[in-house]
């Protein structure tokens, strides 16, 4: 058994996959797996870009299924949450699991970062006045 475990904590986190998809009128970025430089954390900037494009300014992250950033991950949130105010929009994250959070909040981002414990929460939380798409 003990060997299973190391196993375990040895491999490495899970590719990141992205998906989108329209919820109460915010764009909702679903995110899976790890979210580091290896993984191209860029695709999620550039999830991000092109949603704005589509003149999305209300964007959720949720990150349900997200257990590990790297630091070049953190950029991307930082990056990804700079477009967005950038183009008068806001953008949010959800669901965080506890390392995660505890991430944001040793680096300070949790000050930045709107955070909410769960989507319903933080689809409601957005103002009314922005449109999206």
């Known amino acids: 058994m003990e060997n299973a475990i190391g196993a375990l904590a040895s491999q490495p986190p899970p590719k990141m996959q992205l998906s989108t998809r329209r919820t109460g009128g915010v764009a909702v970025v679903d995110i899976n797996g790890a979210i580091t430089y290896a993984d191209g954390s860029v695709k999620l900037h550039e999830t991000v870009r092109d949603l704005l494009n589509e003149d999305n300014r209300k964007i959720l992250l949720n990150l349900r299924e997200v257990h590990y950033i790297d630091s070049s991950g953190l950029g991307e ?14 953008m949010k994250v959800a669901n965080l699991t506890p390392r995660v959070h505890d991430l944001l909040k040793m680096t300070r981002m949790d000050a930045i970062f709107r955070i909410n414990d769960d989507e319903t929460a933080a689809i409601g939380s957005f103002d009314n006045s922005q449109n999206v798409s």
């Open 77 to 90: 949130l930082m990056r990804s949450y700079t477009s967005v105010r950038n183009q008068g929009g806001e």
